[in-house]
């Protein structure tokens, strides 16, 4: 019976019996070209290989799941996914609609833990599309073994996976779009149309949650459409089509008018009733569009890809970096590999050049370093494919030995792909459990704990107003509070979208804020607009208790002609100038008040908690409540002419021992025998201004008692050195003189324990 033979091996018609010089070179150019074959392959060929490294990552993510509230942007997109809000620019529409469902018909769990579930699926299917793309190009396990595992269990993406972000999802597509490359590098030409087409669709659904993959879309696009047009494989009708799978699959943002008309969620940023509305948002004209922040400041290139780089090697390892050298070296004599890999290249360079070009965020800052870095999750995708195959490329070199040589080889790279995964599964286990993580959680029910009956606290600063906004508008948790964004106030959409939700605050005009960008466009004109002090009149007048956290920092300081914001517990209360405490009830009222927010938060752990954590900075926050309560009191024991007479020496230790449970707090002597502080310095100088006070008032007044004196100048001088050592000043010729004269008096003040205190 005839066999039909594949296009690629017909007989050449202008010989004879087919059996010319170029037919018999037909099976090896059939094998430079990439191994494309006649028919286009399944999307997945799923072997058991597959179900171990994907059941591997899900179960080990989904055991790592956060128990509540994570840190980061987590809190907006839970209570936008739960209430079917609007999160930040640009919104992240698909994300917020799947979440939405899903915690509609999850049956069990808290909101927040629905979704951090949610993500941490998206996150296992986004380590296993590496493997898997890893495969596809390589057609060899240890390579994938290798990229999937040094990729999904980095500290950066493992983090990122367990709580409820954004970056697993944006990692699932981005992986994707790597994966078509090589399908569209594998097919038939007939075929490859309709590969474009399907990778279009896949962008568009990817642009419906972050935008950098943009960058990815760019130059793959473009290399797809170059190729179509290069080898005559598209018509225009094909064209058309592949533009309108990318638009049909922007529909998710539609959410975002849906959401304005009908959902009244408690948490929605930016007014979607209008296509103005929409397309500032999806344009993130409030966030500065292609920058990371509206700051004028321009991005720094050199700066960022040196932080890059440091990350890299952190991230992903030595060796990963060595053999991302070694494919890249070797690619251009591997075609099976080389389109892909250069493609790969292209893309990742104009990913990182382009992006550190642009990030305009102050990198110098541990904290906005730490937002930093969640960016190259990206383009560490790129980073762990290539390096995987960089595997393959080195098991090449055994490619024309004997077959039990081969097998050896790939046995030995099998074994270090495992252990290179097993070495970053042991190293980031630790940092990356949040399964019994509750510090978020229990941070929020601090600081609405501490506000009383029926109060408005106005909160400053991502994880206080995710937290106890999630708190309250997620959980119901103290429902008789109502929470106020003092960053979103400052917006004209802020009182159309959300005043519905409050019971007790108050607008205090049908006006703008006057703040931000209010204040560049009228100018001083309260005719137009409104303040804080306006709104602290209407509530105090109203008897409303108003309370604020952790600071006022907008530039709008009038309200401090007729108000004062006094520490009191872990937050401040709005009190009137002609209505200030008495000195003995204030201390009475803060002076063992509990401002840990988290006893079992173990502070000196810099692994757990560095200083680019949220915890880390939360930490610190808390710390300066305490401390500004000892120092709110301080100022008012001084504003007394007779402070260091004898009468005021009780009161004036009672302020010391709230400085010294504030230091105590807050302070961590490490196992490297040095000490880690979470407070301010200034704290350490006035800590020992309260001191010296009491050393003079021992040593100048009757009746004298040096021994209690020399106590107090032993505070003094401890609290003073570490202000000097920590601020990195020794020009403080005052402080030294008085610490110079307490020594004279007092030989053995930092030696003998009997001066303890």
């Not at 286009?40 to 597959?50: A, G, K, N, R």
């Not at 599309?129 to 999904?152: C, D, E, M, Q, R």
């Not at 517990?569 to 209505?579: D, F, G, I």
């Not at 100022?635 to 230091?663: C, F, G, Q, W």
């Amino acid at each position: 019976m005839p066999v039909k033979m594949p296009k690629g091996k017909q007989k050449n018609p202008g010989t004879k019996n087919g059996s010319s010089k170029t037919q018999k070179q037909e099976p090896e150019k059939e094998k430079i070209e990439d191994d494309v074959t006649s028919e286009l392959e399944p999307i997945v060929s799923f072997e058991w290989h597959h179900a171990v490294a994907f059941g591997i990552f899900l179960s080990i993510y989904i055991k790592c799941t956060a128990a509540s509230i994570p840190s980061g942007d987590a809190g907006d997109f839970i209570i936008s996914s739960y209430h079917f809000g609007v999160a930040h620019p640009p919104g992240y529409p698909l994300y917020v609609t799947v979440g939405h469902l899903w915690m509609k018909f999850l049956p069990f769990g808290n909101p927040a833990y629905k979704l951090n579930l949610l993500t941490a699926i998206i996150g296992g299917i986004a380590a296993f599309i590496v493997y898997t793309t890893t495969f596809k190009l390589t057609n060899y396990i240890p390579s994938a073994v290798f990229s999937s595992g040094v990729f999904g269990f980095s500290h950066l993406i493992w983090f990122h996976s367990v709580g409820a972000e954004i970056f697993s999802l944006n990692n699932a597509f981005c992986g994707v779009l790597l994966y078509w490359v090589v399908r569209f590098n594998h097919a038939p030409l007939e075929h490859r149309a309709r590969v474009a087409l399907e990778a279009s669709f896949i962008s568009g659904l990817s642009m419906c949650n972050q935008h950098t993959s943009a960058l990815f879309i760019a130059v793959i696009g473009a290399w797809m459409f170059l190729s179509l047009l290069k080898d005559r494989a598209i018509s225009v009708q094909q064209f058309i089509q592949t533009g309108a799978a990318f638009g049909v699959a922007l529909i998710s943002y539609i959410q975002l008018p849906i959401s304005a008309y009908w959902s009244k969620s408690p948490s929605t940023w930016g007014d979607h009733r209008t296509m103005g509305g929409i397309w500032k948002h999806i344009t993130r004209e409030e966030y500065g569009t292609w920058r990371l922040t509206a700051d004028s400041r321009p991005g720094d290139l050199v700066g960022n890809l040196g932080t890059y780089l440091q990350d890299l090697v952190h991230e992903l390892g030595v060796p990963s970096l060595l053999l991302l050298v070694a494919c890249l070296l070797s690619a251009w004599k591997l075609p099976k590999i080389r389109t892909v890999v250069y493609v790969y290249l292209v893309t990742v360079l104009g990913y990182v050049f382009f992006f550190c070009n642009q990030a305009n965020i102050d990198h110098s800052r541990a904290l906005m370093k730490g937002v930093l870095e969640r960016f190259w999750m990206q383009s560490n995708i790129v980073v762990s494919v290539l390096a995987g195959t960089g595997l393959w490329c080195i098991q090449q070199l055994a490619a024309d030995s004997s077959e039990s040589v081969r097998k050896f080889v790939k046995g030995v790279l099998l074994l270090a792909a495992v252990l290179a995964s097993s070495h970053q599964i042991k190293q980031n286990y630790r940092t990356c459990d949040l399964s019994n993580n509750l510090i978020m959680h229990d941070y929020g029910r601090k600081l609405l704990d501490a506000a009383p009956k029926n109060a408005v606290l106005m909160v400053e600063g991502d994880m206080p107003s995710l937290t106890t906004r999630y708190l309250r508008y997620c959980e119901n948790y103290r429902p008789d509070v109502d929470v106020v964004d003092q960053e979103l106030i400052g917006f004209p959409w802020f009182k159309p979208m959300h005043q519905h939700i409050f019971k007790h605050y108050i607008i205090p005009y049908d006006r703008e804020m006057y703040y931000k960008d209010v204040l560049a466009r009228k100018g001083d004109n309260f005719a137009f607009s409104y303040n804080f002090k306006n709104v602290f009149d209407v509530h105090l007048q109203a008897g409303i208790p108003l309370y604020i956290y952790p600071f006022m920092k907008h530039s709008d300081e009038e309200w401090k002609k007729f108000y004062d914001l006094v520490p009191v517990s872990s937050l401040y209360e709005v009190r009137a100038k002609s209505n200030a405490y008495e000195l003995s009830s204030y201390i009475d009222i803060v002076e063992n008040r509990d401002y840990n927010f988290h006893p079992n938060m173990d502070y000196c752990d810099a692994a757990l908690y560095p200083e680019r954590s949220w915890e880390y900075v939360i930490a610190e926050s808390c710390g300066h409540t305490a401390f500004f309560a000892s120092e709110h009191a301080h100022r008012l024991v001084t504003a007394n002419s007779d402070h260091t007479k004898p009468e005021s020496r009780a009161i004036m230790h009672r302020i010391l021992m709230m400085y010294k449970r504030a230091t105590d707090t807050l302070t961590e002597d490490l196992p490297d025998g040095t000490t880690r502080h979470l407070h301010g310095v200034d704290h350490n100088k006035n800590y020992g201004v309260m001191a010296y006070l009491l050393y003079t008032s021992y040593m100048n007044f009757q009746p004298r008692n040096e021994e209690m004196a020399s106590k107090y100048a032993r505070i003094m001088h401890e609290q003073w050195d570490t202000y000097f050592s920590r601020a990195g000043r020794q020009d403080t010729d005052g402080l030294k003189r008085v610490m110079q004269d307490a020594n004279s008096r007092f030989k053995n003040l930092l030696t003998d324990d009997k001066y303890l205190l």
